[in-house]
């Protein structure tokens, strides 16, 4: 069954560099899509699917599961900084300028008068070390806050959540609804970190990526359509600690 349902989707005109592959599963009656924290697409099938409706139903899909897809591939490009003076750096959606300290004084890196101070590092590999050990401490507190309400909304009661880093990826929800984001998603504007934020939130109620979830989503954000268009194009400028 699975070869014939294969043979269906990649008659579809599905991008080439997209990974796909699909599951029998006995026990679904519909349908059901998947993407991977890696951006790969898994179609599991009712063991008596129809191939041609299940290439019917993938191709109406197609445009949202692009955006899916794109979202949660590799990111195209990893921005570098630059570790000197007036280097400009967001948190929470507001820039500010960097001002590296000369030796001798404090060990920590703070906002000051509208300056992100940067004690003068060994390397600079140990300057984004300490500037993203600061997002992630700075974030972990203001996610803590942050999510009462909306896991309100969601009507879930996550456990902790913090900010570190996840290398590509931008959110994880864990055992016991342990929430954790990407330290580098403190750049945006609150409104974009909320976006990652349900999401992960949802998670803990709803599985997959469908419809279920996202109008799960779309409760908790009235505005989850644009959150969600706003933040596929500002994720790729996000700065990830290249020096």
């Given at each position: 069954?699975s070869?014939?349902?294969?043979?269906?989707?990649?008659?579809?005109?599905?991008?080439?560099?997209?990974?796909?592959?699909?599951?029998?599963?006995?026990?679904?009656r519909?349908?059901?899509?998947e993407?991977t924290?890696?951006?790969a697409?898994?179609?599991?099938v009712?063991?008596?699917?129809?191939?041609?409706?299940?290439?019917?139903?993938?191709?109406?899909?197609?445009?949202?599961?692009?955006?899916?897809?794109?979202?949660?591939?590799?990111?195209?490009?990893n921005?570098?900084?630059e570790l000197?003076?007036?280097?400009?750096?967001?948190?929470?959606?507001r820039?500010?300028r960097l001002?590296?300290?000369?030796?001798?004084t404090?060990?920590?890196?703070?906002?000051?008068?509208?300056?992100?101070?940067?004690?003068?590092?060994?390397?600079?590999?140990?300057?984004?070390?300490?500037?993203?050990?600061?997002?992630?401490?700075?974030g972990?507190r203001?996610?803590?806050?942050?999510?009462?309400?909306?896991?309100?909304r969601?009507?879930?009661?996550?456990?902790?959540?913090?900010?570190?880093?996840?290398?590509?990826?931008?959110?994880?929800?864990?055992?016991?609804?342990?929430?954790?984001?990407?330290?580098?998603?403190?750049?945006?504007?609150?409104?974009?970190?909320?976006?990652?934020?349900?999401h992960e939130?949802?998670h803990?109620?709803?599985?997959?990526?469908?419809?279920?979830?996202?109008?799960?989503m779309?409760?908790?954000?009235?505005?989850?359509?644009?959150?969600?268009?706003?933040?596929t194009?500002?994720?790729?400028?996000?700065w990830?600690?290249?020096?």
């Open positions: 069954m070869i014939t349902v294969e043979s269906a989707i990649a008659a579809l005109p599905l991008p080439e560099e997209w990974q796909w592959q699909v599951t029998v599963r006995p026990k679904r519909t349908l059901g899509i993407v924290e890696d951006g697409v898994l179609f599991a009712p063991s008596d699917a129809e191939p041609a409706a299940v290439a019917e139903a993938v191709r109406a899909r197609l445009p949202r599961l692009a955006a899916e897809v794109h979202r949660r591939g590799p990111r195209a490009g921005p570098v900084k000197v003076d007036g280097a400009s750096f967001a948190y929470l959606g820039r500010h001002r590296v300290l000369t030796d001798g404090s060990g920590r890196v703070r906002l000051h008068h509208g300056w992100l101070e940067l004690p003068r590092p060994a390397t600079r590999q140990d300057g984004a070390r300490l500037l993203a050990d600061w997002y992630a401490a700075k972990t203001w996610l803590a806050g942050r999510a009462v309400p909306l896991a309100a969601a009507g879930v009661t996550p456990g902790r959540i913090e900010a570190r880093d996840l290398g590509m990826r931008w959110g994880a929800c864990g055992p016991g609804g342990h929430i954790t984001l990407h330290w580098a998603l403190l750049q945006l504007s609150p409104a974009l970190i909320d976006l990652v934020l349900v939130l949802t803990m109620r709803t599985t997959g990526h469908g419809t279920r979830f996202r109008n799960a779309r409760a908790v954000l009235t505005d989850f359509d644009d959150l969600e268009r706003r933040f194009a500002a994720e790729r400028d996000l990830r600690g290249a020096v």
